[in-house]
């Protein structure tokens, strides 16, 4: 196999109430890589397709990442990548992580799967890095494992695959403005209350008891930030309407996607997650804000091969 | 059934990563109570056996919860109380609890079980806001469920039980000396950094998922505490020669017991929390500090009928 092509899927970090540690995979929104093994040595970016990004490897996402593995494993030829992006970077759900994820994914996969999944999130996070200018897990976790994942810890790695309850739907509105990572983290508190941070890790242990025993019930109760999202809400215009649209129109709960624009929703069924869907996007089209509105099933496998 | 005879187990709260809401249940240390049905209307206290505790119900933990039971299910009898004390008060493994869930317990056995667990931690709440000066429920949800639980919420009251897997074992060491919840709760700071605080319910979060997989190495990795401990450990004498001491004999995890001073391990098999009790023990012994020490089963089923 000397090239292969990948859907490198859209995620959403945080899920309300673990903020840098839990995240899910979305299936209908995402990049798409074509990667080819060259006889030169080295990473190379030959199409960008999409957006404006840098075709420089060491100031591309994924040229980063993919740097990353191809120093650790030193193969005697190179690799050329080609970006179709759909994902608007800045959008808040993951883009830069599929980017990030989608080449070393595909490196792996020609090479013959020298390294495991985890191995893949840690070089992935170098890429990762080159654009939140920190190194995390919470959106590379999700693309690269599926389903949703819990990021235990960053040194040293370790990613949980939580089990995925069959009939979970999202929504994700994402309204066309630009929130950088770095101001969506600047606007949060160094400290919290204590209260506060209790009410939080109750969820979090709630949330994935809900999904080991698929009590939807249950995961509605434990999709509740009463950390980040009172801070990051402000800077998403008619976040508070559009959550209690999804709410009354029957989301188990709904939240800032990442560090936001985009919000998302999760729903039982995906009846009831084209009736949110519905209801947000005629919330959003009186606001004069242009925005995209995805409906996925949680995408259980990550990134696939096409 | 005119009289029941129980024993109310001894309960560990927080489990190191979840203050305030997570706990499990023991086997080998607990109060025994005798409740019987009287023709007089009301509670009374005949014998209190072990530590001078009130008898006027009003004023004692066991009475004051089963004064709540008493008056919702408003009988056309009484009901008298035995309490044969086992559970040092101010010892950190739930004594207050032991208490006040165990005539909760009984009485709903002897009117035909009209009330669920929930009730009855509601009921026992009550009783246990008398010894510390606010209700809550992470000793009482052990004591009635067993197990492992997770107090998701207080208002309304939502407890959570979560799987315990077979081989684990606890070794819990006791210095004679007293901390009193109240103290042990002024000297935790109102605010924590965020950065701690997503520590904290990482593990939370992972440490549920590892009761879920029976997975020992995480449910090892998940017992850390970035919160609490830093701060009230420092009122417990050699605590952390008795940690590192539990830690290098095998205990998959060492922490503080709710308010302490009670120190818990965690041990996977019993051979293995042998050998940590005798090292805890050997520790201690040199002190000149006086001490109880327990090993026990996670006892899975909680309250018990004699």
Not at 87 to 92: E, L
């Amino acid at each position: 196999m000397d090239q292969i092509k990948i859907f490198s899927p859209a995620t959403v970090a945080n899920v309300s109430c673990g903020f840098d540690v839990l995240g899910f995979c979305l299936d209908t929104i995402g990049d798409e890589m074509i990667i080819k093994k060259t006889s030169q040595k080295g990473i190379t970016i030959s199409k960008i397709d999409g957006y404006k990004l840098p075709f420089e490897t060491e100031n591309n996402v994924a040229g980063v990442s993919a740097l990353a593995l191809y120093n650790d494993a030193n193969p005697d030829f190179g690799f050329d990548i080609e970006i179709y992006k759909k994902i608007k970077p800045g959008s808040g759900i993951g883009s830069s992580s599929a980017s990030a994820a989608g080449s070393v994914f595909a490196m792996n996969e020609l090479l013959g799967r020298p390294y495991n999944k985890t191995q893949l999130t840690n070089f992935a996070m170098k890429g990762e890095a080159l654009a939140s200018h920190c190194e995390h897990a919470d959106n590379l976790a999700p693309a690269l494992f599926g389903g949703f994942t819990l990021v235990k810890s960053l040194a040293p790695l370790k990613v949980l695959q939580l089990p995925t309850p069959n009939e979970l739907f999202a929504v994700v509105i994402h309204p066309q403005i630009e929130i950088k990572t770095s101001e969506s983290r600047a606007i949060l508190p160094q400290e919290v209350p204590l209260k506060n941070a209790i009410t939080q890790w109750s969820n979090v242990g709630s949330l994935v008891h809900a999904l080991h025993t698929e009590d939807y019930s249950l995961l509605s109760a434990s999709l509740e930030d009463v950390i980040v999202e009172p801070h990051r809400s402000k800077l998403i215009p008619h976040f508070e309407k559009v959550k209690q649209t999804a709410l009354k129109h029957g989301a188990l709960g709904c939240g800032i996607s990442g560090s936001g624009p985009s919000v998302f929703s999760l729903c039982k069924g995906e009846v009831i997650a084209k009736k949110v869907k519905d209801a947000i996007q005629n919330v959003y089209s009186q606001t004069g804000i242009d925005f995209e509105i995805h409906l996925s099933k949680i995408n259980t496998e990550g990134i696939k091969i096409l």
